[in-house]
């Protein structure tokens, strides 16, 4: 079955960095895009950024172009994202996501919280 496991989450100031990840299992990842979506409480979902399967296109939500960097390793079944310039309205839950076979699957989520 598909499993996403991220990690990677903790508390940071402003303009400070983190990196996520996620560990994929359950599926051939290398053949499926990836993303990272984010929830801050009381708000919708909202996607983040996207990569495609070789991990030669990469697009992002206006929100977080330029700061975030999305990128994969094939070989170790796992998705990244790069967060720099981390701003208070970035705090949220942090979840991976694939569409397989007409359905999404989403991870447990990682809590990134950016305050002083």
Known sequence: QVQL????GDLVQ??????LSCAA???????????????????????VATITPGGGGRDYADSVKGR??????NAKNTVYLQMNS???EDTAVYSCHVRRREIDYWGQGTQVTVSS
């Open 5 to 8: 496991v991220e990690s990677g």
């Open 14 to 19: 402003p303009g400070g960095s983190l990196r």
């Open 25 to 47: 299992s359950g599926f051939p990842f290398s053949n499926y895009f990836m993303s990272w979506y984010r929830q801050a409480p009381d708000k919708e979902r909202e996607l």
């Open 68 to 73: 975030f960097t999305i990128s994969r390793d």
């Open 86 to 88: 981390l701003k208070a």
